[in-house]
């Protein structure tokens, strides 16, 4: 009797093992559009043995832990070259503003009307005394500064442009900032015992819209607590503490220590949108 116990007592842990990784299962396909899932696995361990007529037998399996199927060097890589891509796509856009600032490819660019100007003054050294000449000098000169007065004034309000959408880029990383450390609050409250895998993934996902906005750089803690710090090594979250980000009067981006202390960072981004 012990022995056929023993059976059923293995066979009952391996369906209910069995069963968990079901579940599983079920939980991966209910996120296979989810672009910020990782894929989760069940990691069996062999239950403890008995001694039994001066042998050891196995009791059966059960389900250790729901692991994440993550490659985290792969994800750091990543979350690094998304950084930098939006940084130069955020440049493509400012250089296409630009550029049709200038048109080049019009009859109103300034190299036409800076080339109208010195072929009126080449007229001019012909003939000095000729009306029409002095009047076509006058006029192109006239049309040169309102072509050069309207570039200054459009690359003002695009300057103007630029500095909103970095305030509104350092607004986003500060809320983003306080949500990662609120998800670090509570992988560290329920990983007493098992791995927090959904709240993990949804950490990850802010990471990643942190690092399009500035370049970032992550370190797991051994709690599982996450460390995010940027601009070469200026902590945004250390654990459940955020530091935040402002700008200043003159524009310029400042981060702000839990000391009080400030320290102008504006050089140090290389990535993301504000740095591009």
Same mark, same amino acid.
């Given at each position: 009797?012990?022995?056929?116990?023993?059976?059923?007592?293995?066979?009952?842990?391996?369906?209910?093992?069995?069963?968990?990784?079901?579940?599983?299962?079920?939980?991966?396909?209910?996120?296979?559009?989810?672009? @910020?899932?990782?894929?989760?696995?069940?990691?069996?361990?062999?239950?403890?043995?008995?001694?039994?007529?001066?042998?050891?037998?196995?009791?059966?399996? @059960?389900?250790?832990?729901?692991?994440?199927?993550?490659?985290?060097?792969?994800?750091?890589?990543?979350?690094?070259?998304?950084?930098?891509?939006?940084?130069?796509?955020?440049?493509?856009?400012?250089?296409?503003?630009?550029?049709?600032?200038?048109?080049?490819?019009?009859?109103?660019?300034?190299?036409?009307?800076?080339?109208?100007? $010195?072929?009126? $003054?080449?007229?001019?050294?012909?003939?000095?005394?000729?009306?029409?000449?002095?009047?076509? !000098?006058?006029?192109?000169?006239?049309?040169?500064?309102?072509?050069?007065?309207?570039?200054?004034? @459009?690359?003002?309000?695009?300057?103007? @442009? !630029?500095?909103?959408?970095?305030?509104?880029?350092?607004?986003?990383?500060?809320?983003?900032?306080?949500?990662?450390?609120?998800?670090?609050?509570?992988?560290?409250?329920?990983?007493?015992?098992?791995?927090?895998?959904?709240?993990?993934?949804?950490?990850?996902?802010?990471?990643?819209?942190?690092?399009?906005?500035?370049? !970032?750089?992550?370190?797991?803690?051994?709690?599982?607590?996450?460390?995010?710090?940027?601009?070469?090594?200026?902590?945004?979250?250390?654990?459940?503490?955020?530091?935040?980000?402002?700008?200043?009067?003159?524009?310029? !981006?400042?981060?702000?220590?839990?000391?009080?202390?400030?320290?102008?960072?504006?050089?140090?981004?290389?990535?993301?949108?504000?740095?591009?």
């Amino acid at each position: 009797m012990a022995g056929i116990s023993s059976t059923l007592s293995i066979s009952k842990t391996a369906i209910a093992t069995q069963q968990y990784g079901l579940n599983i299962t079920g939980q991966n396909i209910a996120n296979v559009n989810n672009p @910020d899932y990782s894929v989760q696995n069940a990691d069996h361990i062999s239950r403890k043995p008995l001694a039994y007529a001066g042998f050891l037998f196995g009791t059966g399996v @059960d389900m250790n832990q729901v692991e994440q199927s993550v490659d985290k060097l792969l994800e750091a890589r990543l979350n690094k070259e998304q950084s930098t891509q939006a940084s130069f796509a955020d440049q493509e856009s400012y250089m296409r503003v630009l550029e049709g600032f200038f048109d080049e490819n019009s009859d109103t660019s300034i190299s036409s009307v800076l080339t109208e100007f $010195w072929n009126a $003054w080449h007229d001019i050294s012909d003939n000095p005394q000729g009306s029409s000449e002095r009047v076509a !000098v006058f006029e192109s000169g006239a049309k040169l500064a309102s072509r050069l007065e309207s570039s200054v004034l @459009d690359m003002d309000g695009l300057l103007i @442009d !630029v500095n909103a959408d970095i305030r509104g880029a350092v607004q986003q990383v500060n809320e983003l900032t306080q949500k990662i450390a609120d998800l670090n609050q509570d992988v560290l409250s329920a990983e007493i015992h098992r791995t927090a895998n959904d709240q993990r993934d949804q950490r990850n996902a802010l990471i990643k819209e942190l690092g399009k906005l500035v370049d !970032v750089q992550t370190i797991e803690q051994s709690n599982g607590a996450m460390v995010v710090s940027a601009a070469n090594g200026y902590s945004l979250v250390n654990g459940v503490d955020t530091y935040s980000l402002s700008i200043q009067s003159d524009n310029r !981006v400042v981060w702000q220590g839990s000391a009080g202390t400030k320290q102008d960072i504006t050089d140090k981004i290389s990535a993301g949108r504000i740095g591009g």
